[in-house]
């Protein structure tokens, strides 16, 4: 019988955009995953979130997913201490899944920060990396990850549930010019000509639980 899989894009989400939910759904579909969560971190290690706690980014995260049966939104964090360190996320979700693949899935920038994240040498222990492609602004590949990358990048993403953990796969999803702040200032600007790019890039549901909690105003 083969081992499960556990498949997540943590993130902030805030809030939750259509180049989250494009570029999990590209991979799901790039590397066969059954399934990717979305895993709203409980507090970003890196990010402010403008007073905007885990319950609205949760729910809106429930909502940005809610139409997709391969998407689904992963609670895991919610339980865990703060900040919300992915190596501690991992060791969690290893403890209860001895045999199981996990892969966790990220945007280029994070994977670029990779070298400031806590003891983040212990996250190829822990699972496998995925990288979406995402337009970004550094430009300085530190020579640390230029190592790893040669010691642990593969070609095939079949090789992926192969092992539990240990490999990096850079996958060739459709860039998702968005970003959250960018949602987030066109949101407190409040223009009306950028109502349909708002419509654009922002779930209904996502975008009337905004409104209606007068958040990012
Ligand atoms: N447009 C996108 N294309 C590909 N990956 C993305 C995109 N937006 C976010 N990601 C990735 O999703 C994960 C969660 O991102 P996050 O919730 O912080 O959104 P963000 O748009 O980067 O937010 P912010 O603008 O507030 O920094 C990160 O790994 C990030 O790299
Ligand atoms: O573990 C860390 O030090 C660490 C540092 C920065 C980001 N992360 C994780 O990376 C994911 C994306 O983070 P962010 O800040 O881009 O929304 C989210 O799951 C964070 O918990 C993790």
């Known amino acids: 019988m ?3 899989v556990i498949c997540l894009l943590g993130g902030t989400f805030n809030p939750p955009h259509q180049g989250h939910i494009k570029a999990a759904l590209d991979v799901a579909g790039e590397i066969h995953a059954p399934s990717v969560g979305l895993m709203p971190c409980r507090m970003p290690p890196h990010k402010e979130t403008d ?22 939104t992963e609670l895991a964090e919610l339980s865990l201490d703060e900040p919300s360190y992915t190596v501690k996320t991992l060791q969690y979700l290893r403890r209860n899944n001895h045999k199981a693949s996990i892969i966790f899935v990220m945007g280029e920038d994070s994977w670029l920060s990779l070298t400031s994240w806590f003891e ?6 822990l699972a496998h990396i995925v990288v979406m492609r995402r337009e970004t602004t ?5 020579a640390a990850l230029v190592k790893i990358k040669s010691d642990h990048k593969i070609c095939d993403p079949a090789k992926l549930y192969q092992q539990p953990a ?13 970003s959250s702040s960018q949602l987030r200032d066109a949101l407190r600007q409040q223009s009306s000509s950028r109502s349909s790019w708002l419509d654009d890039w922002l779930q209904p549901s996502v975008l009337h ?9």
């Open 51 to 72: 007073g905007v706690g885990e319950k609205h980014r949760v729910e809106m995260t429930r909502r940005a997913t809610a139409s997709h049966s391969t998407l689904y």
């Open 209 to 217: 639980y905004i409104r209606e909690n007068r958040l990012y105003v």
């Open 2 to 4: 083969s081992e499960p």
């Open 138 to 142: 550094e430009k300085k590949v530190p």
């Open 166 to 178: 240990g490999f990096i796969y850079f996958a060739e999803t459709q860039l998702q010019p968005i």
């Open 120 to 125: 983040w040498r212990q996250l190829l222990d």
